[in-house]
């Protein structure tokens, strides 16, 4: 097993099998804020596993499983995912949803799109 590989199985199996414990875990406590944590790790988790899925390039780096792995790391570890998810996630969530949720928005690109579309 090259080192590319056996850093591959490490980092699945701290980045799913772990978190998914600490998931259930979290489930079962009362407290809302380890429900937090968790809910934002796999939110970014996911985001992280899409980008990487469009963009395959990055795989061909040299280390780049060993530096998703630092990343996912601090992600669980020093609470990353709460910092990431407030600093980036939330704004960028805020900011989709109210164009999602603003009909005179949706309107406006009803009409771009239609003209766009009318001229041809």
Sequence with gaps: ???SNLTTFVQRLYSIM???YLSVQSYKSPEPTDDIQWLSYW???GLFMLLENLIPIAKKF???STIKLGIL???INKRGSVVIYN?????A???VEK???DEAYRQKQVQKFRQKFMKQ
Aim: net charge positive; proline share 8%.
């Design 87 to 91: 600093k980036v996630m939330k704004p």
């Design 62 to 64: 040299t280390f780049y």
């Design 73 to 75: 790391v601090w992600l």
């Design 18 to 20: 772990f978190p998914v």
């Design 99 to 101: 164009m999602i949720e």
């Design 93 to 95: 969530f805020i900011y």
């Design 1 to 3: 097993m090259s080192f």
């Design 43 to 45: 939110c970014i988790y």
